[in-house]
């Protein structure tokens, strides 16, 4: 039951931030392109950031979500097994 709450509030805070995280990476990488090939390094660093972010969090979260998931049938095996 615990784990289902935790699911949902991870659920709730990750819609919220839905919004914010939205991009259009070839959009990105365009932007990028031309502002290095002007000389301009600190608005393509600023993005290449923000995809690395965006990055990151996606497959970080995911791979949570799975281990708290089989932590939680884990444990619920377990109590079965010996209740």
């Known amino acids: 039951m615990k784990a289902l709450k935790l699911f949902a509030v991870t659920v709730i805070v990750f819609l919220f931030n839905c919004s ?14 031309s502002n290095l090939s002007e000389g301009r390094g600190e608005i393509g660093t600023g993005i290449n950031d923000g995809i690395l972010y965006l990055l990151v969090i996606t497959y970080l979260s995911v791979p949570t979500l799975i281990f708290i998931w089989f932590r939680a049938a884990k444990k619920e ?4 097994l010996n209740g």
Do not use: P
């Open 20 to 33: 914010v995280s939205m991009a259009q990476c070839a959009m990105c990488r365009a932007t990028v392109g």
């Open 77 to 80: 095996m377990r109590l079965k």
